[in-house]
C-alpha cells in the first residue's frame, strides 16, 4: 500500500509487509526515510559499512540514502513504512517530533531497537491504523496519515531513548573518553577531518582512539568522522539553497571536486543528485 507523489510522480508514502529477508539481502539505498517493524526474525544488519546483530522483535530506523542491508537466520517477518520528506519533514516538525538525532542520523548508536512485547504491540497497533488509512477515501487522508506517523515515530523514539538512559546508567563501565570524543566531533568536524587531529586534541595516540571508537561506536574512527560530515551536508543541500561549492567550502574542503568525490564515495550519488531526488528547500517553502 503507497501513496505517490503526483507532481514528482516518485513514492510519497508506503507500508509494506514482508515475510522473508528476500527484499532485503542486495544493499538498499533510498531517497525516502525508512522505519522496519520486525516480529520474527534474527540475524545481522549491515549499515554505512557496519554490521549489528538482532534477534526477536526490534525496530530499525534508516536515513535519507543511507545504505543498509539485512540478513536473516531462518524466519524473518514484519512491516516497513517509507516516507519522503516532502510527505513529512522531520526538520520542520523538530518541535513536535523530536527522532532526529535519535532514531535517525544517529551515528553513534547501532539502527536496531530492541522491543519487549508491550511496545511491539503497540507500534503494531498504530501501523495497523496507517494500513487502514491508506485504505480509505476519505477526506484529510494525508493529514491522517501524518497524524499517525507522527504518533509512530515518537513511541519509537522514546523507547530508544529509555533504552539509552538505561545504557547511560552503566556509565562507570564506559570509558570517559567516549563522551569527549563525540563531543570534539560534534564541535570540530568541519574543521578536523583525519584520526589524528582528533588523537592531538585529546592527547590519546590515534591507535588507542580509534580502538575506543571501534570497540564502543562499531566504526572506525575515520568512518565516524566522515558520517558526521555527510550528515552536516545531506542537512544543507536539503535545507538549504547554497551552492555545493559553499557547502564545500563551510565542511572544510577546498576543492568542491574532492567534496562531490567524497559526498559519492559515501553516499554513492552526487551531491546535486542528492538535492535533486530529496527536493531542496522544500522543508522552507
Do not use: W
Not at 533510498?30 to 554490521?51: M, P, R
Not at 538482532?54 to 539485512?70: R, V
Amino acid at each position: 500500500m503507497e501513496l505517490i507523489n503526483l507532481q514528482s510522480k516518485s513514492l510519497a508514502f508506503k507500508v509494506h509487509a514482508f515475510e522473508d529477508d528476500e527484499y532485503f539481502s542486495s544493499l538498499k539505498k533510498y531517497n525516502y526515510f525508512s522505519v522496519i517493524l520486525v516480529t520474527k526474525g534474527k540475524g545481522t544488519v549491515t549499515a554505512d559499512l557496519s554490521e549489528y546483530p538482532f534477534d526477536g522483535t526490534c525496530l530499525m530506523s534508516f536515513s535519507l540514502y543511507q545504505p543498509f542491508k539485512i540478513k536473516s537466520e531462518g524466519v524473518f517477518q514484519g512491516v516497513m513504512v517509507n516516507f519522503h520528506p516532502d510527505f513529512f519533514c522531520l526538520h520542520k516538525h523538530r518541535n513536535e517530533v523530536s527522532c532526529n538525532g535519535v532514531l535517525f542520523n544517529n551515528i553513534y548508536d547501532s539502527p536496531v531497537t530492541v522491543l519487549v512485547k508491550d511496545e511491539t504491540e503497540s507500534l503494531l497497533s498504530v501501523i495497523n491504523g496507517l494500513k487502514l488509512e491508506l485504505q480509505s477515501t476519505g477526506i484529510a487522508q494525508t493529514e491522517a496519515l501524518i497524524s499517525y506517523l507522527k504518533i509512530l515515530l515518537i513511541n519509537a523514539s522514546r523507547i530508544k531513548i529509555q533504552q539509552q538512559q538505561v545504557e547511560d546508567a552503566s556509565i562507570a563501565k564506559t570509558p570517559v573518553i567516549l563522551n569527549t570524543l563525540k563531543s570534539a566531533i560534534e564541535e570540530h568536524f568541519a574543521s578536523l577531518h583525519s584520526p589524528g587531529e582528533y588523537a592531538d586534541l585529546l592527547n590519546i595516540s590515534t591507535a588507542a582512539l580509534n580502538r575506543v571508537s571501534k570497540t564502543h561506536f562499531n566504526k572506525t574512527l575515520s568512518n565516524l568522522i566522515s558520517d558526521r560530515i555527510i550528515i552536516e551536508a545531506k542537512r544543507q543541500l536539503y535545507l538549504t539553497d547554497k551552492p555545493v561549492k559553499q557547502i564545500a567550502y563551510e565542511l572544510g574542503f577546498n576543492d568542491e571536486f574532492y567534496f562531490s568525490r567524497f559526498f559519492k564515495n559515501h553516499v554513492a550519488i552526487s551531491p546535486q543528485f542528492f538535492r535533486d531526488t530529496i527536493g531542496f528547500n522544500r522543508a522552507n517553502a
